[in-house]
């Protein structure tokens, strides 16, 4: 069945329909990662977005359930240059197109994906249809697609009640939450250890820390980082007051990437205020870290066509040091209207120069855009998790 994408702009890509037939009108953003197509899919960041992957072929490894960062689909589209029509791994259970349908998420293949991420590199981020109907009206869609607003999605996202994740108790259980990594020779469904376990998580250092996690669109991986570090782990709905939280007495406070623009999540800000006027150590995460800036100050701005992707380096201010990032953002905290009495620069982007953490001062505080909890990406930022461990033993 032909499908047909159609940009706020005017400009019209022709292609193949993919998953759900329905018609969709989303903010289109693009993804340079080559592998992590399931963890872009069950990110709850891309709530409100159709995504588009940079790279041409996608699918050839199936779908893997254990690798999902969620419970669903979150993206409103999905566009591919190509889906692969048969899947090879050991560990899939089904192929993308199923998933796809499964989800109700509609999209497109066979259309010149390059042409379009340079349209949105050039003229940026902008409003996009996907639909099946060949007798479209482009004119009455654009006027659509310009009254689209991504709106609240954080409401949508969040768990819906108090959930409490237990951290390992041994080697093993450690070695299970890790990813769940299998040995490749292994025929069976039983998870092993991967060879390597970061030494900081085989010492289990968090072992009877409580951390208290605000939930405002949270990858599974985040939870996954903290309880493979002997952490417990009480995840709090986004409408959580700050005072609430504070009564659960935890050891350390962790702040959830999310989807949309932070600006509007405005009851949470102030509820991310208390917090910090806390005593207590505070991590936070893409989302989180917007919003702590905004909660003391400072603000935000929207970026030209974002950050998503797994291959972004960001350089450690404090030693020097460049890491790999994945990255899956479309806002960013303006560095310029940070009060350097409250916080400075902890890390920035190699590319593009734009504000990649803030250190807190007189805080036991630290926040990043860049997703240290990675899946899909690199875990060379992973230690950002001891660190935080490190900051609340003192």
């Not at 405002?216 to 709905?237: A, D, Q, Y």
Request: charge should be negative; include cysteine.
């Amino acid at each position: 069945m032909k499908a047909f994408l159609i940009l706020e702009d005017g400009t019209v890509f022709s292609g193949n329909h993919i998953g759900s037939d329905r018609e969709i009108i989303s903010e289109i953003v693009f993804n340079t990662s080559m592998t992590g197509y399931l963890e872009v899919l069950t990110d709850p960041s891309y709530a409100g977005q159709a995504v588009c992957m940079t790279y041409p072929l996608i699918g050839n490894y199936g779908i893997c359930e254990e690798d999902m960062q969620s419970d669903r689909a979150w993206p409103d589209g999905f566009i591919v240059h190509e889906i692969s029509e048969f899947y090879s791994n050991f560990r899939s259970h089904s192929s993308i197109q199923s998933f796809l349908l499964k989800y109700d998420i509609p999209g497109i293949q066979g259309i010149d994906t390059r042409a379009l991420t340079r349209i949105l590199r050039e003229k940026g981020t902008m409003n996009g249809c996907i639909t099946t109907n060949e007798d479209f009206d482009k004119d009455a869609l654009i006027q659509k697609m310009r009254e689209y607003a991504v709106g609240d999605q954080v409401s949508r996202v969040t768990v819906k009640e108090k959930t409490v994740l237990k951290g390992a108790e041994s080697l093993e259980e450690n070695g299970v939450l890790y990813g769940k990594v299998r040995a490749a020779t292994s025929i069976t469904d039983k998870p092993l250890l991967p060879e390597k376990v970061p030494s900081a998580i085989k010492e289990l250092n968090g072992k009877g820390l409580k951390i208290a996690l605000l939930d405002v669109g949270m990858k599974r991986n985040i939870g996954h980082s903290l309880t493979s570090r002997g952490c417990e782990v009480t995840v709090f709905p986004a409408d959580t007051k700050a005072v609430d939280i504070l009564d659960s007495d935890p050891d350390g406070i962790m702040i959830s990437n999310g989807p949309g623009d932070p600006k509007e999540c405005t009851e949470i800000i102030n509820e991310i205020k208390k917090l910090y006027e806390s005593d207590i150590p505070v991590f936070a995460i893409c989302l989180g870290h917007q919003l702590m800036a905004l909660a003391t100050g400072a603000d935000t701005l929207k970026m030209k066509y974002g950050h998503r992707g797994s291959n972004h380096p960001v350089r450690d201010l404090s030693t020097g040091k460049v890491y790999i990032t994945s990255q899956n953002h479309g806002y960013m905290v303006n560095e310029s209207s940070v009060d350097e009495s409250i916080a400075v620069p902890a890390f920035r982007n190699v590319n593009d120069g734009t504000n990649e953490g803030l250190l807190y001062k007189g805080k036991k505080i630290f926040t990043v855009q860049f997703h240290p909890e990675a899946c899909g990406g690199p875990l060379d930022s992973g230690f950002l998790f001891d660190r935080f461990i490190e900051m609340i033993r003192g």
